[in-house]
Structures are given as structure tokens and as C-alpha cells.
């Protein structure tokens, strides 16, 4: 979707380049939204912040997938610090959270719905710079997806795998609102910036937000070393975003 970004806000005659940049986003498009089938699957077994852990494999394919199709510069602190955000995963994972409750905390769930569209003021903003907006675009969209992960669960959770049975629940009305937000967002993020700046922002921010929302919602426990995993994995985004301008 980054590679053939450039058909949006495309002037000129459409000619073979647009056409070759609109398939490819396309192809992107359809790549990006088939992770909800094995999504919801995960989540008939697995709490939110486990299945979205699991795209910390995306980090590592987007730094070198960012050299290799998008030609952006990469330094070799950026290797490492991918290696730091990935070891950091694991440990969110295997430092696992009591299992998720059946109840659902719907004042911290409205509070953790909000944060996003706070983000949206600020991002609109354009005194502040296109880097720094670009990276509030980013983790509108992490966020967002995160809440997708937590939406998500409780729809499967509460329904099954009874797919009419969605459209009675509130929160798969919510799921759709956060999907369409994370799309819309990471469109003008990926328009903005750099795959290199938006990339960790979104992906640590999709990881990081279910972990809080488990703790926050679902009553779960948090690990001691928890804390420690996530830090690091802020402390590495933040790192690769100084390098990057």
C-alpha cells in the first residue's frame, strides 16, 4: 500500500503510472485486511494482547521489506533495535496475563475508545510538522487497530463464530468504527511520511494498546516484566524515529 500510495492525490493525465500504482495499493489493500479471518479465529482462544503480539513479525518484515521494495535509507542501529522490539514481544508473551474474565469494564473500554480521536486534534494541526503529524497519523492507526484486537474479542467471545449474531452487538458496530479509522489514518500517515516512520509507530502501538486494554478491561494481571518489555519497545521506536528524519 506505501509502494502505490501515489495514486491518491494523483494530477495529471492517468496514464500507466497511476494505473500500476493503483493495482499495487490494491493488491496491498486485499493483503493487509485478510489477517481478520485468523484474527477472529485466535481470539476464540487467545486474549487480545497475545494475537496482537503476533505482529511483531510485521516489524521485522517492514524494516527489511522498507530497504528492499521502498529503497529507504536504513542504519544499522535500526537493526538492532527491530531485534530489541521483536525480543520484547516474546516477553509480552511468554510473561502470559491471567486469562481474560468474562466481564467487560465498560467505563475503561469508553476512556480507551477515546484516545484516538483525541489524537485526531492535534494531527490536524498543520503548524506542527509533517513528520510529527505523520507520526500522530500512525498511532491513530495503531491504536485503532489494537481496539479492533479488543472489539473483536468480545464480539467472538460474547457470539461465537454465529456471524448474525454480530450485527445485535454494540461493540461489532464499534470494530467497524476503529477499523475504518485504522485504514483512513495509516492512508494519510503512509501519504506523509516515511515507512520508516510511520511503520514502528503503527505496528508498536497496535501491539502495546490491546496489552493495556486486557489489563484495563478484562481485569487481567500484569507480569512485573511486562512493564520492562514495553518500555523497551518504546524506548526502540522512539530511537529508530531520531535517526530517521
Known amino acids: 500500500m506505501k509502494k502505490g500510495i501515489s495514486w491518491i492525490g494523483y494530477k495529471g493525465k492517468k496514464d500507466k503510472p497511476y494505473f500500476r500504482d493503483l493495482f499495487t495499493w490494491i493488491a ?11 484474527n477472529t479465529i485466535a481470539l476464540k482462544a ?3 494482547h497475545i494475537v496482537s503480539a503476533m505482529a511483531g513479525w510485521g516489524v521485522i518484515v517492514l524494516v527489511f521489506l522498507s530497504k528492499i521494495i521502498l529503497g529507504e535509507k536504513l542504519f544499522r542501529s535500526d537493526y538492532y533495535f527491530t531485534l530489541l522490539i521483536f525480543i520484547s514481544i ?3 508473551n ?3 496475563y491471567q ?3 468474562e466481564s467487560v469494564n465498560t467505563a475503561f473500554l469508553l476512556v480507551s475508545a477515546s484516545l484516538p480521536f483525541l489524537l485526531f486534534i492535534p494531527a490536524f494541526i498543520k503548524t506542527f510538522s509533517k513528520k510529527t503529524r505523520a507520526l500522530l497519523f500512525a498511532a491513530v492507526s495503531g ?4 481496539m479492533i484486537i479488543v472489539t473483536l474479542k468480545i464480539v467472538v467471545s460474547d457470539s461465537g463464530f454465529f456471524i448474525r449474531e454480530y450485527f445485535s452487538s454494540p461493540y461489532f458496530y464499534l470494530y467497524l468504527l476503529f477499523s475504518i479509522t485504522a485504514f483512513l489514518s495509516l492512508q ?11 511503520g514502528p509507530v503503527q505496528y508498536s502501538a497496535a501491539i502495546i494498546y490491546p496489552a493495556l486494554c486486557s489489563f484495563l478491561i478484562f481485569g487481567n494481571h500484569i507480569h512485573p516484566v511486562q ?13 529508530i524515529l531520531k535517526k530517521h528524519k
Open 28 to 38: 496491498g489493500f486485499l493483503l493487509i485486511n485478510l489477517y481478520i479471518v485468523p
Open 46 to 48: 487467545l486474549d487480545p
Open 90 to 92: 516474546v516477553i509480552l
Open 94 to 96: 511468554v510473561f502470559e
Open 99 to 101: 486469562e481474560a474474565g
Open 143 to 146: 491504536i485503532s487497530t489494537g
Open 188 to 198: 494519510i500517515a503512509y501519504k506523509m511520511g516515511l515507512m520508516m516512520i510511520v
Open 227 to 239: 512493564p520492562v518489555a514495553i518500555t523497551a519497545v518504546i524506548f526502540s521506536v522512539t530511537t
